[in-house]
């Protein structure tokens, strides 16, 4: 039979319990990470997320006490990787660096999308950035984006385009220039941009419109010829570059960008150290550098901005995805 002071003695324990085991869960979130933080690319070594990928992890590792270790799950355009960990335990271990297709494109061309980047992931933060840029052999005598329409007209059938993959930006943006000049060219995707660049050097394909990173050292050598870039003025960093625009097309407009999200059930806290930290690391003059190197452009910013962004590129974008009546299964 429990007295009272017996009943005082077990309440008291069990509130010291509570507030101990309070106390220990608290501790353990504030030492996350306890072990390697990994960032899925859902592309192969040398596209320009495993290069953005890379390049903050090097310096995030320290902030993070932990190794960052950057692994490629290439294929299906970038879903596979990108639906793997929207799959994953939102344990504050895994995260991916994805793009505008599997983010967003492909959840208007897919029928049967096995994942939901707008519910299965979460914002972490926008990284970066650059402008596409269309570029053809520097053998092939077009100088100018109007010539490679003119090619196309004269000669139907006989261009083809590749991509870093099927609803990717490099895949959308020479269907919207083939719908608005009344062109045609046969779609061929890669898995990644140096490969789409190979396709051309190759002479497999005739042109293609993908992230500097991979085209601008075969321009610098001589081996390709940039015509313009995707954005609607031209890019600080390649200002020798005339825009969409000034080719007489300024409905192509368009920013092939790369966010860091995670698991939809990952803790608020692990996301918003996550962003504070990969927003320091992007702020960091070196990184910067380094980026800007790539021909890429640190962007940052909060989990707020880039849902926001996210929910307003899928709003331009899927008029221009129904126009080209692009499905996939």
């Known amino acids: ?33 306890q072990r390697p933080v990994k960032i899925v690319v859902p592309y ?37 990787g990108t639906g793997a960990v929207a799959k994953s335990a939102g344990d504050g271990y895994t995260f991916v660096i994805s793009t505008n297709g599997p983010l967003v494109y492909n959840t208007v061309m897919y029928k049967n999308l096995p994942y939901d980047p707008f519910k ?29 329409v003119a090619a196309m007209k004269k000669n139907p059938g006989a261009f083809n385009f590749s991509s870093t993959g099927v609803g990717s930006l490099s895949h959308l943006g020479p269907e919207l220039l083939k719908i608005k000049t009344d062109t045609y060219a046969v779609h061929i995707p890669y898995a990644s941009s140096p490969l789409a660049i190979m396709a051309i050097l190759q002479g497999d394909v005739q042109f293609a419109c993908v992230p500097p990173v991979a085209v601008m050292p075969q321009v610098k050598a001589g081996k390709m010829r940039a015509l313009a870039v995707s954005t609607g003025k031209r890019s600080t960093l390649m200002p020798d570059i005339p825009t969409m625009r000034e080719a007489g097309l300024p409905e192509i407009e368009n920013l092939a960008w790369m966010a860091i999200m995670a698991p939809a059930s990952t803790p608020d806290d692990i996301v918003q150290r996550m962003n504070r930290e990969i927003n320091a690391v992007l702020a960091m003059p070196e990184v910067k550098e380094k980026l800007n190197n790539q021909f890429m452009e640190p962007i940052g910013g909060s989990t707020e901005d880039l849902a926001k962004f996210l929910q307003q590129e899928l709003r331009v974008m899927t008029p221009v995805i129904k126009r080209t009546g692009i499905t996939m299964e």
């Open 1 to 33: 039979m429990k007295t009272p002071f017996t009943r005082r003695l077990v309440a008291r324990s069990l509130a010291a319990l509570g507030l101990a085991s309070f106390a220990l869960a608290g501790l353990a979130q504030q030492a996350w990470p």
């Open 120 to 148: 299965e992931l979460r914002p972490v933060v926008l990284a970066g950035g650059q402008p596409n840029v269309c570029a053809v052999r520097a053998d092939s005598g077009i100088n100018s984006l109007r010539d490679l």
């Open 44 to 80: 192969a070594a040398g596209s320009s997320p495993d290069v953005i990928a890379r390049i903050v992890g090097e310096r995030l590792s320290p902030r993070l006490g932990q190794p960052v270790v950057v692994e490629n799950r290439a294929g299906a355009g970038g879903n596979n």
